[in-house]
DNA sequence: GCGTTACCGTAACGTACGCTACGGACCGGA
DNA sequence: TCCGGTCCGTAGCGTACGTTACGGTAACGC
């Protein structure tokens, strides 16, 4: 035996490091040797560590995924009440903040390789469904009296709200502006109480 | 003099066989080589119409831009009333048909492109304000006791809800289906009459 | 009809990519 | 201390990209 490395240390830190040139130089800018500069290393310990690029795409993916649900995770947990829980919710994937920024600017690059790698959409959509799921299950909390299929259509649009907020803030943020993002959510969100 | 040729008509044709790459095989599948191929000529004649790749992107992208206009003009005109209209204008913005849906890949497309370059971004910046100023004239005409700012901050969430949507089912149409999209756009209209 | 000129196909250049083969460096065990 | 195996940096392969230079070709004016 000999020289043991830390693996999943080493895919955290060159997952991160593919997420850094994601967000700065966008998914055309993402190539092995610019990962392997930024993690400090050469591209033959990147793929020591990933079989090949396609790997190391999936294992970014994951890392995003994971961030944000950690932080929705999060901001559920802090409130008390399941309006507040999914006004957090949705506050948080909105982009308030320099780094969500970049996560949102990461969130569009994936979506674009996934209208051509299938493998990310895979990815994406079981993602964006567990994000749905997720919301679905607050809205449901919040109207107990309403079916569920009507809680899970509210849902996917609020989902589709928030993303195209944060979309649109990514390439415009003069237009999609921190707060005109908070209040098309809370306005949004108003409607769960004035409708039947 | 010589051989004259038609120089609109050819950067038009070109921009369609550059549209058709990028909805078939993504931002990185567009090469000068395949829009040659997609276009039946040569690579030599792509940058002789076009300076450089930079130029044939910038081109296509307007003419993205005006088959969404033409077709948002072409609703807004059949509609009698400003409230038919504006559903007509966000109706037609969704994607229920598979050219929509092609539509909505290349405007993925772009967006992540523009991330990475300023020139895309400000083309970006631009359509999109100008189909924010659209849909809040629209609203305005809708709810003419409403202040203008109130109208605008309606239309931005508004277009954030419509490109979501459009993004969201270009990745995943099952969950965004097109009676989704329509459910969900009804829906955020339907604020427009609760609401003082 | 013929020369001139605009036009475009051909071919290739330089670069950067993903990926691989190989050899030295490093560390745990004896 | 030395051995053996693991690990990773180096160098380079083949490929495909954007771009350019050049020569052939087709059309217009005279």
Redesign the interface.
Known sequence: MARRRDLADQQQRLSAATWSVLAE?????LTLRAVAERAGCTTGMVLHTFADKQALLVHARELLHRRTGQRADAAQAAADTPRAALRAVLWQAASPTEEKREEA?VW??F??????DPVL?DL??SY??RF?DRVAALVAAVRPDRPPADCR??A??L???????N??A???P???SDQ?QR??ID??L??LD??P
Chains 1, 2 share one sequence.
């Open positions: 130089r966008g998914l055309p800018g600017r569009v690059g979506l674009a390789a996934a209208l051509a959409a994406h959509r964006n469904r749905v259509a509210t996917t649009s989902v589709a709200l928030v993303e195209g907020l979309a649109l990514a390439v415009d003069a237009t999609y005109a209040n098309a306005t949004a108003a409607r004035t409708r």
